[in-house]
């Protein structure tokens, strides 16, 4: 990892997308860990509101009419006024990793008192293997400190690569509405000092507040649905996308870790606003997680886009009778795919190489 002398890691192979729908005065504070990496801000909401950018930030900044104008009709996958739309800065990012994060989440400090670069733990976290085929109950094996503990089979101790790093927040915890009303001052003060593989064949409630990926091994997966405005469902961005993305990993042989870095998360929306956007996922994924649990992708499957695209088939034939929306999220699972492809012509479904390999 990059030492106070060297250049910071990753600094040229990684930008940082942040959703917004307010302003970024937050980055003041994560600006000794931010500043040395290219930033992609996209503004939800009205696109004549000025959002600026703190002096001394490298960043693009798109708003909906650029989103229009890139992509055309294609858009219309994107969504509007919901922090789903943030997937667009994925889309059009250059770069091999991405790190998003809320613009009320800000820097945590440790048990120690010691502020939490959450950006230098993500990368660790990306570095390393993964564990998702034997669970090792030390946590991390990879960590300074930890390893394989005995009964670990050897020939799993290559570990996989890691795809996806899932981090946490400590204050305002990441809960549904019902659970934010009727528990409205609990609060996380609980600092867990570990990370660990998602194992393969479970699915987890991926939260995009803090969360860092590896867009060449798994970025076409990590669409946030079509949410928020003319939309029947909100906040649910980052739970389909981690759905996905989660049944593509453990068909590709790819990892996903949860647990550190911590960040400090300010401000929890409005549980009564949140409820009317969340209140059709709560039942309807009753219906999707058995979907996801037994949803299969076939052999030829050896790229994300191929994956997705037949997940999007499945979503189709399965969940459309559960409400004409998954229909049209369905369609725009396809159209993101080819918007995808066409922003990024040398990855994935057209050149056909691999993203991972399929187990
Ligand atoms: O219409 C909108 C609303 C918000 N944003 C931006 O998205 C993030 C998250 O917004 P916020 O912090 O208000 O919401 P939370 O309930 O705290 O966030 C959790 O719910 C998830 C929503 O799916 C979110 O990822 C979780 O962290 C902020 O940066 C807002 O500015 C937006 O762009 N458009
Ligand atoms: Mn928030």
Redesign the pocket.
Known sequence: MANSKSSPALKDELDIV?????NLDFLEMWRPFFQPYHLII?Q??DPSKIINVPEGFDYELYNRNDINKILGPKASCISF??????CFGYMVSKKKYIFTI???CFVAKDPTGKEINALEQHIKNLLSPSTPFFFNTLYDPYREGADFVRGYPFSLREGAPTAVSHGLWLN?P?YDAPTQLVKPRERNTRYVDAVMTIPKGTLFPM???NLAFDRELIGPAMYFGL??DGQPI?????MWAGWCTKVICDHLGLGIKTGLPYIW?S???NPFV?LKKEYKGIYWQEELIPFFQSATLSKDANTVQKCYLELSKQVKAKLGKVDDYFNKLADAMVTWIEAWDELNPSTGASTGVPNGTAK
């Open positions: 942040i959703p917004t729908i307010r996209v939800d909401g006024k919901d922090s789903a739309c943030r809320d613009d009320d305002i990441d939260c995009g507040m949410m928020g909100g906040r649910y961005d980052d998360h401000k929890a929306s949140n």
